[in-house]
C-alpha cells in the first residue's frame, strides 16, 4: 500500500469490487468466464501453478486465481498506473503476488519480469486494445515463456465476421439489458473513471493513465479462430476455444 493510501484509509476492496460490478455491466457472464478459464489451469498445471496475469489491471484473474488456489503464485504485468495503484493496494503484503509496470507494446517488456517461465499465461478483456500485428508479435513473445505443457488463454471480444446477422441481433440484445442495467444504476466505464479521478489518492494515477492511452484504446477484435490460428503459428502446438458467449470467448492455447 501507498503512504498516500495508508493516511486516507482507502477501501481498495471496495475499488476492487466496484471494478468488478463496472466490468460485469459490459460482461454479465464474466464469472462463467473465469471459472473456465481456473478450470483449465488446474487440469494441464495443478493447483500450484505459477501464473502470469498479463494485462492484469486490479488483479482480477490474480483474485480469483489465489481463491480458489491457495498455493498458486501470481505475476500481474500491467502499464495502467491507476488499476495497478489498487492491484497493488489490494494486494499488499501478499507474498505470492508480484507486479510489474510493462508496455506490452516494447519489445523488451519481458526483461522486467521476474521469472522466464510460467504454466499458465492468463489474460481477459485487455488484449483488444492492440492491433493484429502486434497482437500476434506478442504471441510469440509469450509462447517462449510458457513452459512444455503449459497454457496460454484469452478471454476478450472476439467477433466472426461472416455472421453479421448474428452479430447485429446480439449486440442489440446486449445493449438492450445495458440500458436497463444502466437505469437502475450501474456504473458504466467513464462513470467509473470519473469517480477514480475525483479520490484523492487515486486522482494523480489516473490522470497518468488517461496520458497514455487517451478514452479509450483502439485495437482489434479478430476472431476465435484468427486467434488460434495465429497462436499455433507462433509456437503453440494446438489452440481452440473452450468458453464462448454471444460476443466473446476464450481460446486456449497449449505449448
Known amino acids: 500500500m501507498t503512504e498516500s493510501a495508508a493516511v486516507t484509509g482507502t ?14 455491466w459490459y460482461m454479465p457472464d464474466r464469472e462463467e468466464r473465469f471459472r473456465v478459464m481456473l478450470d483449465m489451469v488446474e487440469a494441464f498445471a495443478g ?6 496475469d498479463l494485462a492484469c489491471g486490479t488483479g482480477s484473474i490474480t483474485d480469483r486465481l489465489l481463491k480458489r488456489f491457495p498455493k498458486a503464485e501470481s505475476v500481474g504485468v500491467d502499464l495502467d498506473p491507476a ?9 499488499a ?9 510493462a508496455d506490452l507494446k516494447d519489445p523488451d517488456w519481458t526483461a522486467a519480469l521476474p521469472h522466464t517461465s ?14 493484429a500485428e502486434p497482437l500476434a508479435a506478442l504471441y510469440g513473445q509469450l509462447a517462449g515463456l ?4 503449459g497454457v496460454l488463454m484469452n478471454a476478450d471480444h472476439m467477433k466472426d465476421g461472416a455472421t453479421p446477422r448474428i452479430n447485429a441481433a446480439e449486440r442489440s440484445h446486449r445493449h438492450a439489458a445495458m440500458d436497463r442495467a444502466r437505469a437502475a444504476g450501474a456504473l458504466d466505464w467513464a462513470d467509473w473513471w470519473a469517480l477514480a479521478a475525483a479520490d484523492p489518492v487515486l486522482a494523480a494515477p489516473t490522470a497518468r493513465r488517461f496520458e497514455i492511452y487517451g478514452e479509450h484504446a483502439d485495437g482489434d477484435t479478430p476472431s476465435a479462430r484468427w486467434h488460434a490460428d495465429i497462436l499455433r503459428a507462433a509456437g503453440f502446438a494446438e489452440a481452440r476455444p473452450v468458453w464462448a458467449s454471444p460476443s466473446d470467448a476464450l481460446v486456449l492455447a497449449l505449448k
Open 93 to 101: 503484503g501478499d507474498r505470492r503476488v508480484t507486479f510489474v509496470t
Open 83 to 91: 488499476l495497478l495503484t489498487i492491484a497493488e493496494g489490494y494486494f
Open 47 to 52: 493447483p500450484e501453478p505459477r501464473v502470469l
Open 11 to 24: 477501501d481498495w476492496r471496495a475499488w476492487q469490487e466496484s471494478w468488478d460490478r463496472q466490468q460485469e
Open 146 to 149: 510458457v513452459v512444455d505443457g
Open 118 to 131: 510460467y504454466d499458465a499465461v492468463l489474460t481477459a478483456t485487455a488484449l483488444h486494445w492492440l492491433h
